[in-house]
């Protein structure tokens, strides 16, 4: 069996864009592949501090963020599928101190997040972030994962993962690691022909972001239904005066009918139909703000079903399969580098 793994960061309170382009995604594939692949769902919790992070909330948003996957659609109860926290997870952090010592220096000081994220906090550039991406790569290594669904920031780490399987494999002269697949097959196995991009609803011709200070600019999963709808009867459009979907020249009218035929599970191609030629701007916010606080109040309802001990059950028992798993790699590994015969 294939082991398909996905971290979901849960540092801040996700956003409408994170659930329909990543949460949605993921639970999808998990669909696709309860039969056919280990599912390996993980909280990566000590990435959450490689930038600054209010750490009073981390632990209630790790448990929130379980929640969400599982008000998504995630089929828990599938034996296929395994969610648990890196931090309980201790062969993480022991596999990357050797990994460190298997990656060049140069190599890792190549990874472009690293240097966008160091600007974006200068004064809190840690070793944390620089060797994250190592932690990254034995996150996946551990579980000789093969598919790992990311965005396209992380292809580059994924990459440098499989960059160290390579080396590794060839250093010791045995299989210690499944490589992961190259980044074409990773995209074709998402289905995926252009990432998905909810945009900003303050300036559309921006994405929508989590870590954006401007509030009335994304709708948060945790937002007030109502108060959500009024984000989306403020949101940015512009003066045309017709309803199109022109990304160029229309972003704003154009995220509106995105988010409407992704709530309503509709094909883009007729939501744009029903709407040709109009003109009321407030018609199609009015129903894409009734779609959107639609979907709040029923996923909150899921979400506020799920007890913090449903969670910490599910965890336990991921985390249970998780240090069996990583502690034979670990062992593995251990063992071709002359730490044990
Ligand atoms: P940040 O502002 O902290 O970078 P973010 O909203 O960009 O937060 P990430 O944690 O970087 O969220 O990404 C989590 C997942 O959500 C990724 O798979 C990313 O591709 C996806 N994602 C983020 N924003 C959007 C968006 N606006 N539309 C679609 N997918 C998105
Ligand atoms: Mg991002």
Request: glycine fraction near 4%; include cysteine.
């Amino acid at each position: 069996m294939n082991t398909i793994l996905t971290g979901v960061r849960v540092n801040e309170e996700p956003t409408l864009g994170n659930f329909l382009g990543a949460y949605v995604p993921m639970v999808n594939l998990s669909h696709e592949h309860a039969k056919d692949s280990q599912i390996n769902f993980f909280v990566p919790d000590l990435h959450s501090f490689t930038t600054p992070v209010e750490h009073s909330k981390l632990y209630d948003l790790t448990i929130k963020g379980v929640k969400y996957y599982i008000a998504a659609g995630l089929d828990v109860d599938n034996p296929n599928v395994h969610f648990y926290r890196q931090s309980r997870v201790p062969a993480h952090a022991q596999l990357c101190w050797i990994l460190d010592c298997f990656t060049p220096f140069g190599e890792a000081s190549r990874m472009t997040q690293f240097k966008e994220k160091s600007a974006e906090h200068p004064d809190a550039i840690t070793v944390g972030l620089f060797n994250y991406p190592i932690l990254m790569a034995a996150d996946i290594l551990l579980y000789d994962a093969k598919y790992v669904p990311v965005g396209e920031d992380q292809l580059q780490h994924l990459e440098l993962a499989r960059n160290i399987a390579i080396r590794m494999n060839n250093k010791f002269n045995q299989e210690l690691f499944t490589l992961p697949a190259p980044e074409q097959e990773q995209i074709k196995f998402m289905h995926l022909k252009k990432a998905l991009r909810i945009r900003s609803l303050t300036d559309p011709t921006k994405k929508m972001s989590k870590s954006a200070e401007n509030e009335k600019s994304k709708i948060l999963l945790s937002d007030d239904p109502k108060q959500a709808a009024k984000k989306i009867m403020s949101a940015t459009t512009d003066s045309e005066g017709v309803i199109r979907f022109d990304m160029i020249n229309q972003p704003g009218i154009s995220n509106l009918l995105t988010i409407e035929s992704l709530l309503t599970n509709r094909d883009i191609q007729d939501v744009i139909s029903d709407w040709a030629g109009q003109t009321s701007y407030g018609d199609l916010k009015r129903k894409v703000a009734d779609s959107v606080m639609h979907f709040l109040s029923g996923f909150q309802e899921r979400v506020n079903a799920i007890t913090d001990d449903d969670v910490k059950a599910i965890l336990e028992k991921g985390e249970l399969y998780a240090n069996e798993i990583a502690n034979n790699k670990l062992l593995q590994v251990e063992k071709a580098v002359g730490l044990y015969k």
